[in-house]
């Protein structure tokens, strides 16, 4: 399984940003794909969580309401669109799957077995 983050960049405050996740090599049909952030000197906090089978989504409290979870099964994608992007925002995201769905530890980076490399979003003026 390979994942491929892509869709980083830098934004003024208020602007978006659609980040991308790709994977490859996962031939499952009920999947759960994660977004997660490290902010410079910070630990990784969870900011979202997707179930790809119904849909069903979770977001950390901070970006509810300003970011959107999607996934395309087809495809083998997951996008998060973020809107009203602040400048705590700045961060490596990183996508994340496995097998199953999102559940009530779906902010645990231990749910999730396959890891996609960062990428940088940096929200400044």
């Known amino acids: 399984v390979q994942l491929q983050a892509s869709g980083g960049g830098s934004v003024q405050p208020g602007g978006s940003l659609r980040l991308s996740c790709a994977d490859s090599?996962?031939?499952?049909?009920?999947?759960?794909i994660g977004w997660f952030r490290q902010a410079p000197g910070k630990g990784r906090e969870a900011v979202s969580c997707?179930?790809?089978?119904?849909?069903?989504?979770y977001y950390t409290p901070s970006v509810k309401g300003r970011f959107i979870i999607s996934s395309d099964n087809a495809k083998n994608t997951a996008d998060l669109q973020m809107n009203s992007l602040k400048p705590e925002d700045t961060a490596i995201y990183y996508c994340?799957?496995?097998?199953?769905?999102?559940?009530?530890?779906?902010?645990?980076?231990?749910?999730?077995?396959?890891w996609g490399q960062g990428t940088l979003v940096t929200v400044s003026s």
């Open positions: 997707i179930s790809t089978f119904n849909g069903s989504t």
């Open positions: 090599g996962f031939t499952y049909d009920h999947y759960r």
């Open positions: 994340a799957t496995d097998i199953g769905f999102c559940s009530g530890n779906w902010y645990k980076e231990d749910e999730y077995r396959y």
